[in-house]
């Protein structure tokens, strides 16, 4: 069988529009002027993308990355094509990261980037599904559930892909994570993260910073 090139591991490539909340997020280059892919985003709002705060912060700290150095780029399918029709780019001028981020354990690693002008969504930019505070969701209720990572992830040659790409993987338990690497995924589990991907390692350790939400069908919406 013929090994694909260039795709997230274990996963599978997708069409532009398939993902339409999922965001670029870019960081200014530090020997240039021009922007550089640095981590996968999603939208959840016309002014707001949540990123990971490790990827709006300095390596191994939480001294953020001044705002005018990230930029967001939306309905993006191809990164080495910079004239695709339904992209847009969004200059980033605040960045709200969780107060309790530690970058050692990556516990609370979530960030919120606010855009200048409001996005207009269209069938290649919209928002994603958020579940509402009160329907009682719980880290367990997800256990076993199949998720779908969205990303320009690690490839199966570790480099950036190039196009969006996307791998289904079960979520499991604390517990069976843990007795499958404890020395890795101790240092990372914590009450409100949970854990995905195959024992086999079909699917390889996703690298963090450059994918993006893990999405659930549930009826018929992620």
Not at 9 to 38: C, M, V
Not at 90 to 101: C, D, L, R, S
Request: proline share 4%; net charge neutral; charged share 20%.
């Amino acid at each position: 069988m013929v090994k694909r090139k260039g795709l997230v591991k274990g996963g599978y490539s997708t069409q532009p529009g398939d993902w339409p909340w999922h965001a670029a997020l870019y960081h200014r280059g530090i020997n240039s002027a021009g922007f550089e892919y640095a981590c996968g985003g999603s939208i959840v709002h016309r002014y707001l993308v949540v990123t990971a705060a490790h990827c709006v912060t300095l390596a191994t700290s939480r001294r953020k990355i001044p705002a005018d150095n990230m930029q967001l780029r939306l309905g993006r399918f191809n990164l080495m094509n910079n004239e695709e029709e339904y992209a847009e780019e969004f200059n980033v001028i605040e960045t709200i990261m969780h107060e309790g981020y530690r970058p050692t354990t990556f516990e609370n690693d979530i960030a919120i980037l606010r855009v200048e002008i409001p996005m207009i969504f269209n069938d290649y930019i919209q928002p994603v599904c958020l579940w509402k505070r009160d329907e009682g969701v719980v880290l367990p209720w997800v256990y076993n559930h199949y998720g779908t990572v969205v990303g320009w992830g690690l490839s199966e040659d570790n480099t950036i892909g190039t196009t969006l790409n996307e791998a289904r993987m079960p979520v499991v338990d604390s517990w069976t994570c843990l007795a499958s690497d404890r020395a890795f995924f101790g240092k990372f589990l914590q009450s409100k993260a949970f854990c995905a991907g195959y024992k086999n390692e079909i699917i390889d350790r996703v690298t963090l910073t450059h994918v993006g939400q893990v999405g659930m069908l549930e009826l018929n919406r992620y």
